[in-house]
Every structure is written in structure tokens, then in C-alpha cells.
């Protein structure tokens, strides 16, 4: 489309409410001068100079407005993700580059659900990811790999709490059972909870109507079964596993983020995702984690 038409489709996200019609982050203004050479504006009241991307999550970006939504396209067309190095290849850029701004379009989609809810039907479910010990090569110099103290450390839960027709909640735990806490924030008081037969599960049931299913004996009965969250959890798996073959533990709850915005809006067609997704990084600030990242 041109790095003139992409500039003004960024504009039209970054400020929809004047139809792309600069507004200075600074005072609010909305008379600007125009530095075309430069694709920035300055205020005609405070005389600050800004650009689409000023005070947003792509603040600071040296790629193409061409680049920028050509990677935003790959990512969201990728049903079960898309891994950074694939985007270096497809982009022509860094691996570094490619990795830093998968995290900040994650991170910016993670902030459409930030601080809500669910309620009404809700499955939740834990699985775990990460934590591989690779065997020694000698039968000899093996060791059990399930005791606590052969184990990394590294190994997490991702639990999740999906709503019925509605949106999907994740969190990161060591354990399945830390989850019971996260659980019972996030519902809805008034909420019908559904749970597999883990133990830990039981506490949900002094605060919610809950279903259990036991799944070594069904995946459903009398109207108990947790296939949506089995479902989720089978897309974060085969994104971890198919495509990023390795996630560290301290981003893996952005991975799950980007997992369930994948599938909360999976009816979606690739350009009414690309235009949320657009919306979403115009609207978010600059990012405290990924901001210098590779600078630390």
C-alpha cells in the first residue's frame, strides 16, 4: 500500500476520533505544523514535535510504517503464532527486532482484557509447560527425572478461566493449586464454575455453584465438562511446542496473553484483527519492560 498510505492508516488509529487529524500528546492541541521530510508534527500551541507513534508502544521505532503493519499482518495471521525468528526472515530484520516487537504486540494485546472479569458459565483448567531435562547420554548417569530435586525449577502452569461465549483469563502459577486464588478473583460472584477432578479444585465450591467432570472416567457428564479450556490449552501447547519450541518462564504469561486473544477473537476475519490490533498499540503507553530491551 505505500509508506504514505500505511502512515495515514496508523494516523487514523492513533487518533480516530479526528479522522487522523494530529492531536499533541502534550497540551491537546489539534493545530499542528506538518514536517513531512520527517513524517512528524508540531504543536502550534506548546511547540512540541511528535509522531504517530510518540508516547505509544511502538514510541522510538525505526522500522518502515510499511514493515510495522506488514509484521502486525504475519502475527495475526498465524492461527497458533508465529515464532521470532520466522518474522526475521519474513521481515528482512534482526532477530532482535523481530523478538522486541512480537513482546510489545503482545503485551498491547494483553491490555484489551487488563483488570476485567468473567462470569456466567466458566471452565477453568491448568497445564503445565517448560522445565525439559534432557537425559544423559549413558543409561547409567540417568536419573529420575520426576523427584523434585532432578527437576530445573523452571517448569510453570498456565490456568486458565474461560467464560462460555465470552473471554478467556490466564495466569501464571508453579502450581496448578496457586491458581485457586486467581480463580476466585476473576469470577463473578453468582458464577457456575466447572472443574476437572484435581483436589485442589475443591475450595471453589465455598464460593461458587461448581460442576466437576473426573476425566479418567468421561470428557462430559450431566452438563459438566472444562472442552472449552481444554481447547485453549491445546492452542497455547501446540504454539509453545510447534512454533517457539522454547518459552522462558518470565515471558510465558505473554504467550498465554496472545493465546487467548487468538482465540477469544478466532471469528474475526485478518483485517478486522489487524485494525484491533493496530488500535490497541496506538492506545497503549510505552512499554516498561521492552523499552531498551536489548540496551537493558
Same mark, same amino acid.
Given at each position: ?46 511547540? *512540541? ?49 523481530? +523478538? ?21 458459565? &466458566? ?5 503445565? +509447560? ?62 457456575? &464454575? ?11 465450591? =465455598? ?38 519450541? *522454547?518459552?522462558?518462564?518470565? *515471558? ?6 496472545? =493465546? ?14 489487524? *485494525? ?21
Amino acid at each position: 500500500m505505500g509508506e504514505e498510505t500505511a502512515w495515514g492508516l496508523f494516523k487514523q488509529m492513533r487518533w480516530p476520533d479526528t479522522n487522523g487529524t494530529p492531536i499533541c500528546p502534550k497540551c491537546g492541541c489539534v493545530e499542528s505544523y506538518d514536517i513531512a521530510t520527517r513524517r512528524k508534527h508540531k504543536c502550534k500551541a506548546c511547540y *512540541h514535535q511528535y509522531s504517530v507513534t510518540s508516547g505509544t508502544i511502538l514510541a522510538s521505532r525505526k522500522m518502515s510504517f510499511t514493515d510495522l503493519l506488514a509484521a502486525i499482518v504475519i502475527i495475526i495471521n498465524g492461527a497458533k503464532g508465529v515464532s521470532a525468528l520466522q518474522l526475521a526472515r519474513d521481515l528482512d530484520c534482526q532477530h532482535k527486532t523481530a +523478538f522486541v516487537l512480537s513482546h510489545k504486540l503482545r503485551e498491547a494485546m494483553a491490555s484489551e482484557i487488563k483488570g476485567l472479569d468473567v462470569s456466567g458459565t &466458566v471452565e477453568v483448567d491448568g497445564a503445565y +509447560f517448560g522445565g525439559h531435562i534432557r537425559p544423559s547420554n549413558l543409561k547409567k548417569n540417568r536419573v529420575d527425572r520426576r523427584l523434585v530435586q532432578n527437576q530445573t525449577g523452571k517448569r510453570r502452569v498456565v490456568v486458565i478461566a474461560r467464560e462460555r461465549k465470552g473471554r478467556t483469563l490466564t495466569t501464571v502459577t508453579k502450581t496448578e493449586a496457586d491458581g485457586v486464588a486467581f480463580v476466585s478473583k476473576i469470577v463473578r460472584p453468582g458464577s457456575v &464454575v466447572h472443574a476437572d477432578e484435581a483436589s485442589h479444585w475443591d475450595a471453589l465450591h =465455598a464460593k461458587f455453584e461448581t460442576m466437576r467432570i473426573n476425566h479418567s472416567e468421561a470428557y462430559s457428564f450431566n452438563g459438566a465438562c472444562t472442552n472449552q479450556a481444554e481447547s485453549f490449552l491445546a492452542r497455547l501447547r501446540r504454539m509453545v511446542e510447534g512454533q517457539h519450541h *522454547h518459552v522462558s518462564p518470565q *515471558h510465558l504469561h505473554q504467550y498465554a496473553a496472545h =493465546a487467548a486473544w487468538m482465540e477469544d477473537h478466532r471469528r474475526l476475519d485478518n483485517g478486522s484483527l489487524t *485494525h484491533r490490533a493496530v488500535t490497541l498499540a496506538m492506545a497503549h503507553p510505552v512499554s516498561r519492560n521492552w523499552k531498551g530491551y536489548w540496551q537493558r
